[in-house]
């Protein structure tokens, strides 16, 4: 199902990076602002891990995993 939630700010806060060889870890909360398919303001909190590996030079999201917190 696609999302048709309209989101008016996304800000990340609370980050935290940790780097292990060839892998990073962020974690950190996102604090999203919006109007869901209804029309109905949200106002969200979603706690979140990504994981990303350094490939040919470069990072990449291997995954990413977020809670929401309320």
Do not use: C, W
């Not at 980050?15 to 109007?35: F, Q, W």
């Amino acid at each position: 199902k696609a999302d048709k939630s309209v989101y008016e700010s996304a800000q990340p806060t609370d980050m935290n990076i940790r780097i292990e060889g060839n892998s990073a870890y962020v974690t950190g909360i996102y604090h999203l602002k919006g109007r869901d398919e209804k029309g109905q303001p949200f106002d969200r909190r979603i706690s979140f891990t990504d994981t990303h590996i350094k490939r040919d030079g470069r990072r990449q999201v291997r995954a990413s995993q977020g809670t929401l917190i309320r």
